[in-house]
């Protein structure tokens, strides 16, 4: 599995497998199967309601526990330095581990500043090998890096081929924050599977159009957690590292960038609203 190299000089798989959309129930299986198939880097949420199926996966799987490399994220109802610090003690109970190799804040909204607080302190703890943001684009991406001790870094955004992040990626080096991908087939929409760039290129190298998408992350050094129940596909996510993408190739998948989210928008206020509400709903 190739690894990038974190900012405090933690090794991180550069692929790992996510499990937003996966049922609690399901969860267990999901991620006993994805160890089974090879992934060595799980990434769940506070929000996903399915740490618990992580844990469990991750004590039963045989594997050493310093061979996985978990990340889970801090929900916006537990922003803040007091509810952080306790939602980290609870993610680690419910993930069955001393430890958490990555913990994300998940969205840059509510009293964010007091939960990266609490993040250092746990960090400094050795509850947390390393930390980073989630969602946050530019202009309040730039603010936390400033302004707090350990600057993120990691910073999980919407990146897929219609939504590349090319700039944002940039930003993030400057301050020597990875790029983490959320939604690298942007859930299938766009008809990303049937995309005739992607389903081209594959057939030159005997690849899917998401094995080519995967790929040209990784080539940008982008991290990058593809989600699927299914183990035949988890299979295919995983086989990304026996073929290379052409200078050609790249530019074309370049040329499909639509400079936007296909989800919504941080910077649209009814999204900021939602948001904000889902952060006092608790
Ligand atoms: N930080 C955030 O705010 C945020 C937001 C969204 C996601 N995430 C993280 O990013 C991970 C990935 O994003 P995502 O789950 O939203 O979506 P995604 O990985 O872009 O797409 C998943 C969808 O693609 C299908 N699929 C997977 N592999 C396929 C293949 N080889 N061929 C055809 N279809 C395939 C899956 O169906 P099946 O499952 O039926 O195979 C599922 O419908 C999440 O699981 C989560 O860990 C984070």
Known sequence: METV?????????????GVYQVSPSECERCVSDAIGVGYR???????????EGVGNAVRKCGVPRNELF???????????????????????RKLQTDYIDLLL????????????????EAYRAGK?????????????????????????????VETHVFNQQAEAQKIMQEYGTHIMSWGPFA??????????????????????????????????GVIV???????????QNLNVFDFNLSDEDMQAIRALDLGHSLFFSHYDPQTVKWLVQLGKSK
């Open 41 to 51: 880097m799980i990434d769940t949420a506070q929000a996903y309601f399915n740490e």
């Open 5 to 17: 190299r974190l900012s405090n000089g933690v090794e991180m798989p550069q692929l790992g497998y």
């Open 187 to 220: 859930e299938g929409r766009n008809n990303f599977f049937g995309n005739e760039t992607l389903t081209g290129i594959g057939a030159k190298h005997g690849k899917s159009a998401a094995q080519v998408a995967l790929r040209y992350l990784l080539q940008r």
């Open 105 to 120: 804040i998940h969205q840059p909204f509510g009293d964010y500043y007091g939960t990266w607080r609490a993040m250092e």
């Open 70 to 92: 978990i990340v889970t994220k801090v929900w916006i109802s537990n922003a803040g330095y007091e509810r952080a610090k306790a939602s980290i003690d609870e993610s680690l």
């Open 225 to 235: 957690i593809p989600k699927s129940v299914r183990h035949e596909r988890m299979e």
């Open 128 to 156: 947390l090998r390393a930390i980073g943001v989630s969602n946050f684009y530019p202009d309040r991406f730039i603010d936390l890096a400033e302004l707090s001790e350990i600057a993120p870094m990691v910073n999980q």
